[in-house]
């Protein structure tokens, strides 16, 4: 049913439609009892524990654990030996606080797997896989990757997630996702890409084509031994993310898209898409591949960067948002001092990224754009191919980046046939890692545990 229909039901209705949902889960995790009538059947038909038409049984806990980690071992135990069972509310259990609320991960099993169960679990979960909890740590340092060095943000331990950031942004973009995933048990890493921070800025334009974007990440993958890793990418990122997950998919088993869904090739290159889609006007990547927009940029660092995240984000007025488009001989749609700082921005972060842009300018993310036309004529055996990685995308309702990616947005599921979840964050612009980073975390946390539980079921 769609969430319309749900919301349209009555109370007796809905609660009715909860328990059909509930008891078909719990029949498909066989939780299921023999009836207490007897069955008749051939004599020659082995006597089974599970009936199909036998009455549901009522699943009982029979341990509780404070991490879901430990959790999720109890359960790989149990199952190893045979014993259905499941974590209750496992999708709710990647916040903190829901846990506490429901006083920890509780494994759940049929009645008569319990006295069983409880005897495995009382020899204790196998000391080689249980994960120390994050020590709440954040480390920077540098990576050797695709001949430059690589600065990187990382936190926590496990399976490996990488956040790569978009224009013009550096990896604190991730700040609010990296140590909360690092707290889910996961390695989080937020690189400053290519030409951003303190990367290295390489000076050929041609150093910053699709395949050298892709090949630093699948080069910090492989330094960091974390293959196969998952891939999340807001923006440019996101463009890196997919054309990484096309290009490497031995590398990358999950993809997580942010802001800007997957693109297929087009039947023409960028600059020929931009004429046709918007006729007699200039689209602002346009004004960024032109000479002129490092000065235009320069002219200001601070307010240049607080236009754009004030302006693109949910909190800007409707008649002030950026618009993707302008009139020939305009000046650029960005105004020299929005009013004040967004509510989700810190003064610290805005400087931060505003010194280090002050230090290196801007070349290297423009120069991202500038290799446009020259990514498409290079990657004609990308013709016809679709996303085939387990994929999450998430924007904002109000970002303005869907009025020109419309198609693209519109036929996810035919492009991305794995597709998990289509999110639109109500009333969240292009911005909404920072925007609203406790929604894009349990988002995210949600598509790493589903992810994770599939590994596990192989």
Same mark, same amino acid.
């Given at each position: 049913?769609?969430?319309?229909?749900?919301?349209?039901?009555?109370?007796?209705?809905?609660?009715?439609?909860?328990?059909?949902?509930?008891?078909?889960?719990?029949?498909?995790?066989?939780?299921?009892?023999?009836?207490?009538?007897?069955?008749?059947?051939?004599?020659?038909?082995?006597?089974?524990?599970?009936? $199909?038409?036998?009455?549901?049984? %009522? !699943?009982?806990?029979? #341990? +509780?654990? =404070?991490?879901?980690? &430990?959790?999720?071992?109890? /359960?790989?135990?149990?199952?190893?030996?045979?014993?259905?069972?499941?974590?209750?509310?496992?999708?709710?259990?990647?916040?903190?606080?829901?846990?506490?609320?429901?006083?920890?991960?509780?494994?759940?099993?049929?009645?008569?797997?319990?006295?069983?169960?409880?005897?495995?679990?009382?020899?204790?979960? $196998?000391?080689?896989?249980?994960? %120390? !909890?994050?020590?709440? #740590? +954040?480390? =920077?340092?540098?990576? &050797?990757?695709?001949?430059? /060095?690589?600065?990187?943000?990382?936190?926590?331990?496990?399976?490996?997630?990488?956040?790569?950031?978009?224009?013009?942004?550096?990896?604190?973009?991730?700040?609010?996702?990296?140590?909360?995933?690092?707290?889910?048990?996961?390695?989080?890493?937020?690189?400053?890409?290519?030409?951003?921070?303190?990367?290295?800025?390489?000076?050929?334009? %041609?150093?910053?084509?699709?395949?050298?974007?892709?090949?630093?990440?699948?080069?910090?993958?492989?330094?960091?031994?974390?293959?196969?890793?998952?891939?999340?990418?807001?923006?440019?990122?996101?463009?890196?993310?997919?054309?990484?997950?096309?290009?490497?998919?031995?590398?990358?088993?999950?993809?997580?898209?942010?802001?800007?869904?997957?693109?297929?090739?087009?039947?023409?290159?960028?600059?020929?898409?931009?004429?046709?889609?918007?006729?007699?006007?200039?689209?602002?990547?346009?004004?960024?591949?032109?000479?002129?927009?490092?000065?235009?940029?320069?002219?200001?660092?601070?307010?240049?960067?607080?236009?754009?995240?004030?302006?693109?984000?949910?909190?800007?007025?409707?008649?002030?948002?950026?618009?993707?488009?302008?009139?020939?001989?305009?000046?650029?749609?960005?105004?020299?001092?929005?009013?004040?700082?967004?509510?989700?921005?810190?003064?610290?972060?805005?400087?931060?990224?505003?010194?280090?842009?002050?230090?290196?300018?801007?070349?290297?993310?423009?120069?991202?754009?500038?290799?446009?036309?020259?990514?498409?004529?290079?990657?004609?055996?990308?013709?016809?191919?679709?996303?085939?990685?387990?994929?999450?995308?998430?924007?904002?309702?109000?970002?303005?980046?869907?009025?020109?990616?419309?198609?693209?947005?519109?036929?996810?599921?035919?492009?991305?046939?794995?597709?998990?979840?289509?999110?639109?964050?109500?009333?969240?612009?292009?911005?909404?890692?920072?925007?609203?980073?406790?929604?894009?975390?349990?988002?995210?946390?949600?598509?790493?545990?589903?992810?994770?539980?599939?590994?596990?079921?192989?």
């Amino acid at each position: 049913m769609s969430d319309g229909e749900l919301l349209s039901l009555e109370r007796d209705d809905l609660m009715e439609v909860a328990r059909e949902c509930y008891d078909a889960e719990v029949k498909r995790r066989s939780l299921k009892r023999r009836s207490p009538v007897p069955v008749e059947r051939d004599a020659a038909e082995p006597e089974s524990e599970f009936e $199909p038409d036998s009455a549901i049984e %009522e !699943p009982v806990a029979v #341990q +509780v654990f =404070r991490y879901l980690g &430990e959790g999720r071992l109890a /359960r790989d135990l149990l199952q190893a030996e045979g014993i259905p069972c499941y974590l209750e509310n496992e999708h709710l259990l990647h916040d903190p606080l829901m846990v506490d609320s429901l006083g920890g991960v509780r494994v759940m099993v049929p009645v008569r797997f319990e006295d069983r169960a409880r005897d495995l679990l009382a020899g204790g979960l $196998p000391e080689e896989r249980l994960q %120390e !909890p994050w020590d709440g #740590q +954040v480390a =920077r340092r540098f990576v &050797e990757t695709n001949g430059i /060095r690589m600065h990187i943000t990382e936190a926590g331990s496990g399976p490996l997630v990488v956040l790569l950031h978009g224009f013009p942004e550096l990896g604190s973009a991730w700040r609010h996702q990296l140590e909360a995933l690092a707290g889910e048990g996961y390695h989080a890493v937020a690189p400053d890409l290519r030409g951003y921070g303190q990367t290295d800025r390489p000076e050929a334009l %041609e150093a910053y084509d699709i395949f050298q974007l892709t090949a630093d990440i699948a080069g910090l993958v492989d330094a960091l031994a974390g293959a196969p890793a998952v891939v999340a990418g807001h923006d440019w990122g996101a463009w890196i993310a997919f054309h990484c997950a096309l290009l490497r998919p031995d590398l990358f088993r999950g993809v997580a898209l942010l802001s800007v869904p997957f693109v297929p090739r087009r039947d023409v290159n960028e600059s020929q898409w931009e004429a046709r889609k918007y006729p007699g006007k200039v689209f602002y990547q346009a004004f960024l591949r032109s000479p002129v927009a490092e000065a235009y940029f320069a002219a200001g660092v601070k307010a240049r960067l607080l236009a754009g995240l004030w302006r693109l984000s949910g909190d800007s007025p409707r008649d002030q948002r950026w618009k993707p488009v302008t009139e020939p001989g305009a000046p650029p749609d960005l105004p020299a001092t929005p009013p004040g700082l967004p509510p989700w921005l810190e003064e610290k972060d805005l400087n931060e990224a505003a010194e280090e842009f002050q230090r290196t300018g801007f070349t290297g993310g423009l120069n991202y754009y500038r290799n446009m036309d020259r990514n498409w004529a290079q990657t004609p055996f990308l013709n016809g191919a679709k996303l085939l990685q387990r994929a999450l995308f998430l924007a904002g309702s109000a970002d303005p980046v869907l009025e020109f990616l419309d198609e693209e947005y519109e036929a996810l599921e035919a492009n991305v046939p794995n597709l998990w979840k289509k999110v639109l964050i109500p009333g969240a612009g292009h911005w909404i890692q920072q925007e609203r980073p406790d929604e894009v975390t349990r988002w995210l946390a949600a598509f790493l545990n589903e992810l994770e539980a599939g590994v596990r079921a192989q």
